[in-house]
């Protein structure tokens, strides 16, 4: 006899990718689906990640595009950032998005309960008010949750979850991390006014990216004022009767700061979920262990996003959960291509990523590498320094473009078209086929005729 369940699909979790596999298999397969959030729906990505901080990005670019204004003959008072109004429009904003992922979750007819929910067996969930669910298939999507060094996890400083709920825009910052989050928050607090201190232990910043990126989005930190020090490391924190935090570190220097936040990598969140007594195997660091069909080691039980460890981007884990649902519910099974993903690190100027670093090119292949830098025509023209970077690197054999790398203003937005080309092979023959547009800084990926190296 058939166990009778009480739905199809039960969901933990309701951010990005949760809530695509929920609605696709809901409206397009019929399934009969629930799932649970115990904070707000839309997850990290809109609550207290991507969308939040890009808002600040904007807000803290006007600063500087008032002082180039200036530079260009425009009459320009430039007056004090008014944090608050921001967090009030911001506050707003998350709102309205939280109701919109909610309402479409809903209008497909996913059942959503707004607690938290664990894993009590194979095919069983408990609420938090003690309803315990019979579910046909769990899917896990909660996420990640900030990494804070044991020694400093009752100091009192913020992560990224606490850093878009202040009450007040802090005069000095101490930032520890040398991650995307770390270079973001650095570059927004330092354009919104504050004086940053961004503190790495490692060789230099964004730890993974292709090497001349690293450098180029560090001297352009450097250059906005940012006291950027790599190689060093915290050893003492202490909160203080006003407020202000005392920090020492690995050089013997001891400062007082008025904010400190942590940016030192995300862990997967699974702690206290139950999974361990379902009999799903987690990874070292917390991660649930899955299949190219986003499956566990116990056959009901499946997980996607940010909480596998696999890619922490949020469009990754939306086309996992689509994966999910056509595989589980469509009968279609889809396994999610996980190489040449674009990235982007929204830093001033941004900086953006796809295929193979230099150095990762270098293991399998013989490479020619070609690079410009520049000053852009924009910011030269006002005699700034900073300067762009685009660089290829090439398959000398086959010439097909193994990764692109740039650093510039909109290089988010560039990295898109120049991922599209990376991801369907393209050769640099085919780069050099391609008329530039001109005058653009991404004519460039055009012109670059010589190998550098």
């Known amino acids: 006899m058939m166990p009778d369940f009480d739905y199809d699909l039960f ?11 929920a609605r696709i298999a809901s409206s397009e397969y019929g399934a009969k689906v629930a799932m649970a959030e115990e904070y707000r729906m839309g997850g990290t990505c809109v609550i207290r990640g991507c969308v939040p ?27 004090r950032f008014d944090w608050m109004a921001f967090r009030h429009r911001l506050d707003a904003e998350l709102n309205r998005l939280e109701s919109i992922y909610t309402r479409n979750a809903e209008s497909a007819g996913v059942t959503i309960f707004h607690q938290r ?51 007040r825009l802090p005069a000095s910052l101490l930032v520890l991390g040398g991650g995307f989050i770390a270079c973001e928050m650095a570059g927004i607090f330092q354009g919104l006014g504050s004086q940053v201190t961004l503190m790495y232990r490692g060789r230099q910043v964004l730890r993974g990216f292709d090497d001349d990126l690293q450098e180029h989005v560090a001297a352009a930190l450097v250059g906005q ?46 702690q206290g979920l139950g999974l361990e007594t379902a009999g799903v195997t987690l990874g070292e660091g917390g991660e649930v262990i899955v299949d190219a069909f986003s499956q566990t080691n116990v056959p009901s039980i499946f997980a996607v996003g940010d909480v596998t460890n696999r890619i922490q981007l949020t469009p990754v884990a939306i086309r996992e959960g689509h994966a999910f ?22 830093t001033r100027p941004e900086a953006g990523s796809v295929g193979l670093t230099e150095a990762e090119a270098r293991k399998d292949h013989a490479v020619e590498v070609y690079i410009a830098s520049f000053r852009p025509m924009q910011t030269s023209f006002i005699g700034a320094e900073t300067k762009a970077l685009f660089k290829l690197v090439v398959d000398r054999d ?19 078209i120049a991922g599209v080309a990376v991801k369907m092979g393209a050769t640099k023959d085919d780069f050099d086929a391609t008329i530039a547009v001109h005058p653009t800084m991404s004519e460039e990926l055009v012109l670059m005729k010589k190998p550098t190296r």
Request: proline letters at 3%; hydrophobic letters at 40%.
């Open 325 to 346: 649902a056509d595989t589980v519910f469509g009968g279609k099974p889809v396994k999610v291509d996980h190489t040449n993903v674009p990235s982007a690190v929204f």
């Open 398 to 416: 086959s010439r097909r473009v193994l990764g692109c790398h740039i650093v510039a203003p909109g290089a988010g937005e560039l990295i898109q």
């Open 117 to 167: 929910a664990t894993v009590s067996g194979a095919h069983e969930v408990t609420l938090a008010d003690g309803r315990k669910l019979a579910v046909k298939h769990i899917l896990i999507a909660t996420g990640g949750t900030p990494f804070v060094p044991e020694a400093f996890r009752e100091a009192g400083a913020w992560t990224s979850n606490e850093v878009f709920l202040s009450d």
């Open 225 to 270: 004022g940012i006291g950027l020090e790599v190689n060093t490391d915290l050893t003492a924190l202490e909160k203080l009767d006003d407020g202000r935090f005392r920090a020492t570190d690995t050089q013997g220097r001891t400062r007082e700061f008025e904010a400190v936040l942590f940016a030192t990598g995300r862990t997967p969140n699974t």
């Open 53 to 79: 901080k890009k808002l600040m990005v904007f807000a803290a670019g006007h600063g500087a595009s008032m002082d180039e204004g200036a530079a260009y003959g425009w009459q320009v008072e430039k007056g």
């Open 11 to 21: 969901v933990i979790g309701g951010g990005s990718g949760g809530v695509r596999a």
